[in-house]
Nanobody, 127 residues
Framework: QVQLVESGGGEVQPGGSLRLSCVAS????????MAWFRQAPGKEREFVAA????????YYADSVKGRFTIGRDNAKNAVYLQMSTLKPEDTAVYYC????????????????????WGQGTQVTISP
């Protein structure tokens, strides 16, 4: 089993910054791909960013490209999301996800491509 724990959410003003973290524990062997998704009230869960340990590759949604940066700590099996120039439309619950199939090393951008999920952390951007 794998457990994912997010932290770092909060409330900030537009233009502010937040740094989210996601730590994986348990049977983490074979977790090549980890990602961030977000879901606003009444909206579909959408892809934000992802990292693959295969080739240290990253991928970002167009809506956050240039503002968000994904990072990792290999020793801690952790993935981070540095968010800057935050906008009200960034308000959502942010979820950490892990692919869960040791044979899958390519990044996917749909929720169905991920097996393990964290509990979510609230990010609120308000004036």
């Amino acid at each position: 089993q794998v457990q994912l724990v997010e932290s770092g959410g909060g409330e900030v003003q537009p233009g502010g910054s937040l740094r989210l973290s996601c730590v994986a524990s348990g049977r983490t062997f074979g977790l090549w791909v980890m990602a961030w998704f977000r879901q606003a009230p009444g909206k579909e869960r959408e892809f934000v960013a992802a990292f693959s340990w295969s080739g240290d590759s990253t991928y970002y949604a167009d809506s956050v490209k240039g503002r968000f940066t994904i990072g990792r700590d290999n020793a801690k099996n952790a993935v981070y999301l540095q968010m800057s120039t935050l906008k009200p439309e960034d308000t959502a619950v942010y979820y950490c996800a892990a692919q869960g199939d040791e044979k899958i090393v390519r990044i996917t951008t749909t929720p169905s491509g991920y097996h393990y999920w964290g509990q979510g952390t609230q990010v609120t951007i308000s004036p």
